[in-house]
């Protein structure tokens, strides 16, 4: 419903959504008419970044995002300031000191002398090779500033005719210009991607030159760090004559598991030659002992003397680390030893009832083993103990060392990782710039006129702007339209609708009338009728009906009067009684020589009702006052009562409820009472309390009519059926 009202408003304003658009239209072909003609240019750039042929040092495979990330940075750095103004510069020279300038000279530029022409030069050249902005604080400079501007050659004028864009997802950057010369076009495209890659590669190479002087002063810090801590850990080594700690401490652990297996070994060979020695003495009596050892005494001193030779070479042989050639020297001695003992068992005689040679043998030659056996014992325990104390003392090396190994780890990496950045960042200062301009900017052509695109476009601006209004009036009006929104909002039923008429008054006699010219149409008609049906239906026999509305002039004695021609149509007897004091318009309409003042005090009689055909009025002589002031209720209450034999229908307008007191005072005395809502105005706060007071009426209240209604087009047979139900209801 929302959508078919917004149409039938913009329906209203059809004319002047055609007329507006066509004058802002005829109006923006006049401002552009006398446009001068633009050319315009385009130059490409190839960035290099996707460019394989120029990426030799750097293969690295780029995400699209780093991709896009490195196009925007170039994008912005081709409108910087710094870029265009370095632009700004060349042009501004030109044309200062060419006899061909770009353009027409402004009037700031007219005014200059040969002098300040040449300051201005020798100004702007500084700061063209200087790459320095001009300052506003300097007032020389803000001169300046005022003279590129007049010529259109300042940031912002050349800014808002360029357009830089990267092209599709390739490698390239196009960048175009306009203006009103040719030559000046392609001047001003060529000079910024000169200036452009000029900064861009000043800018790496000074940005390249502070990265390799910071990484070569940090990578001779760290080389010198990893020289210093690899100088303090040999200086430890030589201190501690330590040549290669873990072999050393695998040797010596070495040595002492040899050691170790060797006693153990010995140990055995002590055990089980002391027990031959015992199992043999047992076999010995104490006469054959007295009688051995007596024999043996002499021949043991040299027998003695080789073992103790034997001793020494073992000791001698267990301390040099089991040396070969001391070995030969120690089994030669044990050889002889052997021999001596074989040599002293020929001389041993025993007693003559005894066996026993072989058992002396073997015992002397075991006593000698044993001997030997202790001693190297001794000495395996004096070397075991030398290498322990020697294993000891290479532990505290072990963590210092450690120590000095890890710090040294720790530099070296660092001096690694500084290198590799060192070496990257000389390739890439050392690599030629991957930007190039590829296609240079040629003279500008004509561009096609832009004129009837801004004429056709300021149009349609309009018209879109003028729709926008429209809508955002509609949006925030809360003003009464149609039927339905009155019914919906004061929760009230509405008989009908009646839409505006445009004549200053209404002749009831010429109404029906079809022969005579009409005022009102067809459908004013047709929709009396509906309301009057309406009426009838609710009315429930009763035949006092006050016509009543919230504010005044919203329509009543219209209505009284066309509904008293619409029951005359059917043959009733009718009669309108004025009852508004305020404002006795009906009186004054019909010029009734009949009062309602002169019946309720008996001054009248009921003679007019003797002409029918025709609607009979009683009108009132507008003095302040009501009806219950006039005479008694209960006497008013009885002369409508006598009303009610006489006629038909009797509608009386009474006061608006803006008059609270008269109109109460006719509203308990009808039969029923309709109210006149004006279409097109809201409801306000004032009028919540009269909506109020009609709801406590009852089915006395039988509802609304709107009047004056301008957009409402819904015929009468459509709207009958809510209608209904709602007066129903």
Same mark, same amino acid.
């Given at each position: 419903?929302?959508?078919?009202?917004?149409?039938?408003?913009?329906?209203?304003?059809?004319?002047? #959504?055609?007329?507006?658009?066509?004058?802002?239209?005829?109006?923006?072909?006049?401002?552009?008419?006398?446009?001068?003609?633009?050319?315009?240019?385009?130059?490409?750039?190839?960035?290099?970044?996707?460019?394989?042929?120029?990426?030799?040092?750097?293969?690295?495979?780029?995400?699209?995002?780093?991709?896009?990330?490195?196009?925007?940075?170039?994008?912005?750095?081709?409108?910087?300031?710094?870029?265009?103004?370095?632009?700004?510069?060349?042009?501004?020279?030109?044309?200062?000191?060419?006899?061909?300038?770009?353009?027409?000279?402004?009037?700031?530029?007219?005014?200059?002398?040969?002098?300040?022409?040449?300051?201005?030069?020798?100004?702007?050249?500084?700061?063209?090779?200087?790459?320095?902005?001009?300052?506003?604080?300097?007032?020389?400079?803000?001169?300046?500033? #005022?003279?590129?501007?007049?010529?259109?050659?300042?940031?912002?004028?050349?800014?808002?005719?360029?357009?830089?864009?990267?092209?599709?997802?390739?490698?390239?950057?196009?960048?175009?210009?306009?203006?009103?010369?040719?030559?000046?076009?392609?001047?001003?495209?060529?000079?910024?991607?000169?200036?452009?890659?000029?900064?861009?590669?000043?800018?790496?190479?000074?940005?390249?030159?502070?990265?390799?002087?910071?990484?070569?002063?940090?990578?001779?810090?760290?080389?010198?760090?990893?020289?210093?801590?690899?100088?303090?850990?040999?200086?430890?080594?030589?201190?501690?004559?330590?040549?290669?700690?873990?072999?050393?401490?695998?040797?010596?652990?070495?040595?002492?598991?040899?050691?170790?297996?060797?006693?153990?070994?010995?140990?055995?060979?002590?055990?089980?030659?002391?027990?031959?020695?015992?199992?043999?003495?047992?076999?010995?009596?104490?006469?054959?002992?007295?009688?051995?050892?007596?024999?043996?005494?002499?021949?043991?001193?040299?027998?003695?003397?080789?073992?103790?030779?034997?001793?020494? #070479?073992?000791?001698?042989?267990?301390?040099?680390?089991?040396?070969?050639?001391? /070995?030969?020297?120690?089994?030669?001695?044990?050889?002889?030893?052997?021999?001596?003992?074989?040599?002293?068992?020929?001389?041993?005689?025993?007693?003559?009832?005894?066996?026993?040679?072989?058992?002396?043998?073997?015992?002397?030659?075991?006593?000698?083993?044993?001997?030997?056996?202790?001693?190297?014992?001794?000495?395996?325990?004096?070397?075991?103990?030398?290498?322990?104390?020697?294993?000891?003392?290479?532990?505290?090396?072990?963590?210092?060392?450690?120590?000095?190994?890890?710090?040294?780890?720790?530099?070296?990496?660092?001096?690694?990782?500084?290198?590799?950045?060192?070496?990257?960042?000389?390739?890439?200062?050392?690599?030629?710039?991957?930007?190039?301009?590829?296609?240079?900017?040629?003279?500008?052509?004509?561009?096609?006129?832009?004129?009837?695109?801004?004429?056709?476009?300021?149009?349609?601006?309009?018209?879109?702007?003028?729709?926008?209004?429209?809508?955002?009036?509609?949006?925030?009006?809360?003003?009464?339209?149609?039927?339905?929104?009155?019914?919906?909002?004061?929760?009230?039923?509405?008989?009908?609708?009646?839409?505006?008429?445009?004549?200053?008054?209404?002749?009831?006699?010429?109404?029906?009338?079809?022969?005579?010219?009409?005022?009102?149409?067809?459908?004013? /008609?047709?929709?009396?009728?509906?309301?009057?049906?309406?009426?009838?239906?609710?009315?429930?026999?009763?035949?006092?009906?006050?016509?009543?509305?919230?504010?005044?002039?919203?329509?009543?004695?219209?209505?009284?009067?066309?509904?008293?021609?619409?029951?005359?149509?059917?043959?009733?007897?009718?009669?309108?009684?004025?009852?508004?004091?305020?404002?006795?318009?009906?009186?004054?309409?019909?010029?009734?020589?009949?009062?309602?003042?002169?019946?309720?005090?008996?001054?009248?009689?009921?003679?007019?009702?003797?002409?029918?055909?025709?609607?009979?009025?009683?009108?009132?002589?507008?003095?302040?006052?009501?009806?219950?002031?006039?005479?008694?209720?209960?006497?008013?209450?009885?002369?409508?009562?006598?009303?009610?034999?006489?006629?038909?229908?009797?509608?009386?307008?009474?006061?608006?409820?803006?008059?609270?007191?008269?109109?109460?005072?006719?509203?308990?005395?009808?039969?029923?009472?309709?109210?006149?809502?004006?279409?097109?105005?809201?409801?306000?706060?004032?009028?919540?309390?009269?909506?109020?007071?009609?709801?406590?009426?009852?089915?006395?209240?039988?509802?609304?009519?709107?009047?004056?209604?301008?957009?409402?087009?819904?015929?009468?047979?459509?709207? /009958?059926?809510?209608?209904?139900?709602?007066?129903?209801?």
């Amino acid at each position: 419903m929302e959508g078919v009202n917004f149409i039938n408003i913009l329906k209203r304003h059809k004319y002047a #959504l055609l007329a507006i658009p066509l004058l802002v239209m005829l109006l923006t072909y006049v401002l552009v008419r006398h446009q001068p003609n633009t050319y315009g240019s385009r130059a490409r750039i190839s960035a290099g970044i996707l460019d394989g042929s120029q990426q030799f040092l750097n293969k690295e495979n780029l995400g699209e995002s780093k991709i896009n990330q490195q196009f925007s940075n170039l994008l912005q750095m081709l409108q910087l300031k710094t870029v265009v103004d370095q632009v700004s510069y060349l042009l501004i020279i030109h044309d200062l000191t060419s006899d061909a300038p770009f353009k027409k000279p402004s009037k700031l530029m007219g005014q200059l002398n040969a002098d300040a022409r040449a300051h201005a030069v020798k100004v702007y050249s500084d700061m063209y090779k200087t790459r320095q902005p001009l300052s506003n604080i300097d007032k020389d400079q803000a001169g300046l500033i #005022l003279l590129i501007k007049s010529m259109g050659y300042d940031f912002e004028s050349l800014r808002n005719k360029l357009r830089i864009w990267r092209v599709e997802s390739s490698d390239y950057i196009d960048i175009t210009y306009e203006s009103e010369d040719p030559s000046l076009t392609a001047y001003v495209i060529n000079s910024l991607c000169n200036e452009f890659i000029n900064y861009y590669t000043a800018s790496n190479l000074q940005n390249g030159s502070k990265a390799i002087d910071y990484l070569g002063a940090l990578l001779k810090e760290k080389k010198d760090a990893l020289n210093s801590k690899m100088q303090a850990l040999k200086e430890f080594k030589i201190k501690n004559r330590v040549l290669n700690l873990n072999e050393q401490a695998k040797s010596l652990y070495g040595q002492m598991a040899d050691f170790e297996t060797r006693k153990e070994i010995t140990q055995k060979d002590i055990a089980s030659t002391t027990g031959a020695l015992n199992d043999i003495d047992s076999r010995f009596s104490t006469n054959n002992h007295q009688y051995i050892e007596s024999k043996l005494t002499a021949i043991n001193l040299d027998i003695i003397a080789t073992q103790q030779q034997a001793e020494e #070479l073992n000791r001698q042989y267990i301390q040099s680390g089991f040396d070969p050639e001391i /070995k030969e020297k120690l089994d030669s001695a044990k050889s002889r030893l052997t021999a001596q003992i074989n040599q002293s068992t020929d001389k041993v005689m025993l007693n003559p009832l005894t066996s026993k040679d072989n058992l002396v043998a073997q015992k002397l030659k075991l006593g000698v083993d044993l001997e030997l056996a202790k001693n190297s014992t001794q000495s395996l325990d004096q070397e075991i103990t030398k290498l322990n104390h020697k294993f000891d003392m290479l532990v505290p090396n072990e963590a210092v060392i450690q120590a000095y190994e890890e710090d040294i780890s720790v530099a070296s990496q660092e001096y690694i990782e500084i290198l590799k950045k060192y070496n990257q960042t000389s390739m890439d200062l050392n690599a030629t710039s991957k930007i190039k301009q590829i296609e240079i900017a040629p003279p500008g052509t004509l561009q096609p006129s832009k004129k009837m695109v801004l004429v056709i476009l300021s149009g349609i601006v309009a018209f879109v702007i003028y729709i926008v209004i429209l809508f955002v009036l509609f949006y925030f009006d809360d003003s009464i339209k149609v039927a339905s929104e009155l019914a919906n909002k004061t929760n009230i039923p509405v008989l009908g609708y009646l839409p505006l008429i445009r004549a200053s008054h209404l002749d009831v006699k010429q109404l029906w009338d079809n022969t005579a010219q009409k005022p009102v149409s067809d459908e004013f /008609k047709n929709l009396l009728r509906s309301i009057r049906f309406e009426l009838d239906m609710v009315m429930y026999g009763g035949r006092l009906l006050g016509v009543t509305s919230i504010r005044p002039d919203e329509g009543k004695t219209l209505f009284t009067i066309s509904l008293a021609s619409a029951y005359l149509m059917i043959n009733k007897r009718v009669l309108v009684i004025d009852g508004n004091f305020n404002d006795p318009a009906i009186t004054e309409i019909t010029n009734t020589k009949y009062f309602i003042e002169d019946y309720l005090t008996g001054k009248a009689s009921f003679a007019m009702a003797e002409h029918k055909g025709e609607v009979h009025v009683l009108g009132n002589r507008g003095n302040d006052v009501s009806i219950f002031e006039i005479n008694d209720e209960q006497v008013v209450r009885q002369k409508l009562l006598e009303l009610k034999d006489y006629f038909d229908i009797v509608i009386i307008e009474i006061p608006d409820l803006i008059k609270m007191n008269m109109a109460k005072e006719w509203i308990e005395v009808v039969d029923r009472v309709v109210g006149v809502f004006e279409s097109n105005r809201s409801i306000k706060r004032v009028d919540e309390d009269q909506i109020a007071f009609l709801k406590t009426l009852d089915n006395k209240f039988t509802g609304w009519v709107l009047n004056k209604v301008t957009n409402e087009r819904v015929k009468v047979s459509k709207k /009958k059926s809510f209608f209904m139900k709602n007066a129903i209801t």
